[in-house]
């Protein structure tokens, strides 16, 4: 897509390229394919990078030995965080096997949702932040496939962000570089980040616990192949 190109880079730009070249970020990894993207995206744009994982009783806990995998493999200091009150305060379907994953009613959310699920989590990857000198916070949110997720939205970020600083008296910036993006452009950030095969093959986003291309039914694994397959096209086109 071209408006991940700017036609020139601005001063100011440079200028905050460059700090940011020489500060660490905490990213919220969860092994799926937006949060790796955003890890390596971390790895390019910070000098140091820490990935923290939110463990809440995943259905599968493929998801948290994914994540200690590819951190391990990158070289990435990471850390699995205890929140399995979450799934005493809202049991859900990620949680829980006796519900099933739904896309929800008109004007319902998904039974995937977890209720201030991502409001938690980035409230504690910052307090983790603040702990190891890192003031940015990186968590692949995006707003364009947010499947009615209402904490996903780029205004609850930015809300959250002005929340924490004035929390903890700090500056931290929350980074999304997903936000706008859709699937397809996702795996192109993947690509030109020079890892588009590491995350088809190594991530895990499929609800079934399936590795790579997952099972090929679910929600997770329809979104994720469509979007690689729209990406392939469009790649194609520009050859
Ligand atoms: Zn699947």
Redesign the pocket.
């Known amino acids: 897509m071209a408006c991940r190109k700017e036609a020139g880079r601005s001063p100011e730009k440079e200028e905050r390229t460059r700090i940011m070249k020489n500060e660490k970020a905490v990213v919220v990894f969860s092994g799926g394919q937006d949060s790796t993207t955003c890890l390596f995206w971390a790895i390019e744009n910070f000098q140091e990078v820490y990935a923290v994982t939110f463990s809440y009783g995943q259905r599968h806990d493929t998801e948290i030995e994914v994540a200690k995998e590819i951190t391990k493999d990158l070289g990435v200091t990471h850390d699995v965080l205890d929140m399995s009150l979450l799934n005493q305060l809202a049991p859900n379907a990620l949680t829980r096997s006796d519900i099933d994953v739904a896309e929800g009613e008109e004007g319902e959310l998904p039974t995937t949702f977890v209720d201030g699920r991502n409001m938690l989590f980035f409230t504690f990857a910052s307090i983790y932040g603040r702990q190891r000198g890192a003031k940015h916070i990186v968590t692949g949110v995006c707003e364009t496939d947010y499947s009615g997720y209402p904490d996903c939205r780029d205004v609850f970020t930015k809300s959250l962000n002005v929340t924490l600083n004035l929390a903890m008296d700090d500056n931290f910036v929350v980074h999304t570089p997903l936000m706008w993006l859709d699937k397809a452009a996702t795996w192109k950030l993947a690509d030109e980040l020079g890892r588009l095969d590491y995350v088809k093959n190594e991530t895990l986003t499929?609800?079934?616990g399936?590795r790579g291309d997952?099972?090929?039914?679910?929600p997770?694994?329809e979104l994720r192949r469509q979007g690689y397959e729209q990406y392939m096209e469009e790649k194609r086109a520009d050859a």
């Open positions: 499929c609800y079934h399936i997952g099972c090929g039914e679910c997770a694994c």
